[in-house]
């Protein structure tokens, strides 16, 4: 039930793959030199997740994401400079540097923002489903969230809404085995997490989340479903978070072995070799579009870090409430 | 005596409790090998094990739903929540729960839970792990509210917080690597009691939290101009020491009240009715009491924006300094 992507899809599938890649490396160097503050999630190693999920949406269809955002919001569309502006906190960033790593959102791209209070957004996310189905829209929502954001409770009681309201939600699990330091087998009462939507009539599928063509081809399926049945669904993608939870993980709760093995099978090796397996790509293409990435990255991330335009305080003020001001 | 940090005073206040009763419990999200999201925990799954660490799902409304039945039969657990923001997940085990529990069964069983959680800002973790919700818990009977500034009142204060019989909300800043001198060996703080962490003549500040130490520093500047400042760290948000705060106003006759949390419907304004409600204090009163507190307004990510957002030594300044009009 996968896809193979022709020579052009592949390509385009690799560039964003790479892409997301050195943005992460970017941004952990970025935080290792302490150019920039805060906190971060990097999603090293789920490349395949965000690479498989929004290119194969209508590009009108919603995401609405979470803490590990940035590979979802480089995916849906949003531009490396846009992005790393917010991470920078300049004025011309995603929400003006108000939000930061954990809150990137791109309306331009129907991206619909984060909760970094994990699970919550799925609620959210649930939320604008029923307001395109009011609407008469066609188009859905993907719902992210992780296995650690599987206990709570919200995302137990969206489903269940989706189910009675027939909403157009895809309930997309990127499913990296930790939350944090936890271990989902210690953490969730069920091998598949997509075995649970069977408790609320949801279609649902798990599906290898590190193979990009796989993804791809789940979500264009789950999409047509959602679309042609008016009915929600559960994806289960499950991969590995390769990088740590966020900056100044010691990665005491797991081995190095395993992370081994999951190297082994790192999303980017797998698409780069069966590209180069297919004739569509050499290891000279792979490094000229590496190198090239790298440049123009590093070309728009030494532009930024020179930057200081901040909003004013009175400008951040006045977003505080819709009718302006902060009373 | 031995220097501690505050997230050591609060971890050895946990392992005295925990090897002295074995219903003390500990129970959270990552508390175990990773030591909690800000490493309050380390060492304690180690050296307890798993009947008294235990690792939660992420289920904040169910864990302390769950901490409030165990506590109900006998356990003594100690909650901790990664951030306070994710209290408003927890406030329905809390508020409708835990704190009612004792009155609603005339007192045939009682909530001996000490839920623990840090709040306030200047992490760069943006709007929704940077809030100062103490006024969420403040407003409910049944609860007790402490929120200790220094490692000595965390130790002191958290100790009595386990062996009391209520539920009490245990507040953190998250400067956990401020250090102080402690006591060796085993002492408590009684909860309710404020410190007077300075004394002076001319104004009264009133905080509790980080802010004290900001409210510190104001202080030593204001010395310069020559304005003694008693400084009061409430430690205890309820029961409220008010005793201690209306003794010291009536001496120094101005009071200035200094939180983080935004100062629309916050716990500062408690503690100005307390004095302007009060006659002797009312009348002994020179100037409006002042409030110096967060602005109101989420957390920016920005740098620059975040640290505009708490009550700045300058601030603290310009407010006293604003009491004393023929002085400005
Ligand atoms: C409600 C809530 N509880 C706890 C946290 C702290 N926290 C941040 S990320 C995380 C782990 C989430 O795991 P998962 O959903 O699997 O996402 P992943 O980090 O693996 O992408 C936790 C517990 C949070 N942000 N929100
Ligand atoms: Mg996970």
């Known amino acids: 039930m996968s896809i193979a992507f022709n020579r052009e899809q592949g390509l385009k599938s690799l560039t964003l793959m790479i892409r997301s890649r050195l943005f992460e490396k970017k941004i952990e160097a970025l935080f290792s030199s302490h150019e920039m503050h805060g906190t971060t999630h990097l999603a090293i190693g789920q490349e395949a997740v965000h690479a498989g999920v929004s290119p194969a949406l209508d590009p009108e269809d919603w995401i609405l994401t979470t803490h590990r955002c940035h590979g979802h919001t480089l995916a849906k569309g949003a531009s490396v400079e846009a992005m790393l502006s917010e991470f920078f906190g300049l004025s011309q960033g995603l929400s003006k540097g108000l939000g930061g790593s954990m809150h990137l959102v791109d309306l331009e791209h129907h991206n619909g923002g984060t909760s970094a209070v994990v699970g919550s957004g799925v609620a959210i996310a649930t939320g604008m489903a029923l307001q395109l189905k009011r609407t008469g829209s066609h188009n859905l929502v993907v719902a992210f969230f992780g296995d650690g954001a599987s206990s709570r409770g919200i995302i137990h009681e969206a489903m269940n809404m989706a189910s009675i309201w027939n909403l157009p939600v895809l309930f997309l699990c990127e499913h990296n085995l930790y939350g944090m330091s936890s271990c989902a087998t210690n953490m969730v009462s069920v091998e598949s997490i997509a075995s649970r939507g069977a408790s609320y009539s949801i279609e649902s599928r798990t599906v290898d989340g590190n193979d990009v063509e796989v993804v791809y081809a789940a979500v264009q399926e789950a999409a047509q479903y959602i679309r042609e049945e008016s009915r929600p669904y559960l994806l289960e993608t499950r991969t590995y978070r390769l990088s740590g939870h966020s900056k100044n993980d010691i990665r005491n709760y797991r081995t190095r072995e395993e992370e081994a093995a999951w190297s082994q099978r790192d999303p980017l090796k797998i698409l780069k070799e069966r590209m180069i397996a297919r004739g569509h790509l050499s290891e000279d293409d792979y490094n000229l579009l590496e190198k090239h990435e790298q440049k123009s990255l590093d070309k728009i991330a030494e532009s930024l870090a020179k930057q200081k335009r901040y909003l004013s305080f009175e400008e951040a003020s006045s977003y505080v409430y819709a009718t302006g001001g902060s009373r | ?328």
């Open chain 2, 1 to 328: 005596m031995k220097k501690l940090s505050y997230r050591e005073a609060i971890r050895e206040a946990m392992i005295e409790e925990m090897a002295r009763d074995e219903q003390v419990v500990i129970i959270g999200e990552d508390v175990g090998c990773y030591g909690g999201c800000f490493k309050v925990t380390t060492g304690l799954l180690e050296r307890f094990g798993t009947h008294q660490v235990i690792e939660t799902p992420v289920s904040e409304e169910g864990l302390v739903g769950v901490a409030v039945g165990a506590a109900m039969l006998g356990m003594r657990p100690v909650v901790e929540i990664m951030y306070g923001d994710f209290s408003t997940l927890a406030a329905d085990p809390l508020i409708n729960h835990a704190a009612k529990t004792h009155f609603m069964t005339a007192g045939q069983f009682s909530v001996p839970l000490v839920y623990r959680t840090p709040m306030g800002s200047g992490t760069g973790a943006a709007a929704q792990h940077t809030q100062s919700l103490e006024a969420l818990f403040t407003n409910i009977p049944g609860l007790k509210v402490v929120y200790p500034a220094t490692p000595i009142d965390a130790k002191g204060l958290l100790k009595s917080a386990i062996r009391d019989p209520d539920p009490v909300i245990f507040l953190e800043h998250k400067v956990y690597g401020t250090e102080s001198v402690i006591p060796e060996g085993e002492f408590t703080i009684p909860l309710g009691l404020a410190d007077i962490k300075r004394q002076g003549k001319d104004v009264s500040i009133i905080t509790y939290g980080k802010t004290v130490f900001t409210v510190l520093k104001a202080a030593a500047i204001l010395e310069d101009t020559e304005v003694s400042v008693e400084i009061i760290d409430l430690r205890s948000l309820r029961p409220l020491d008010t005793p201690t705060i209306l003794e010291s106003v009536r001496k120094t006759g101005r009071a200035v009240v200094v939180h983080e949390a935004p100062q629309f419907g916050g716990f500062a304004g408690e503690v100005v009715a307390q004095i302007v409600g009060d006659e002797e204090t009312f009348r002994a009163l020179k100037a409006p009491v002042a409030r110096v507190c967060g602005k109101e307004m989420p957390t920016p990510f920005n740098k620059d924006l975040e640290r505009q957002l708490p009550p700045s030594p300058q601030a603290i300044i310009e407010a006293v300094l604003a009491l004393f009009p023929s002085a400005v």
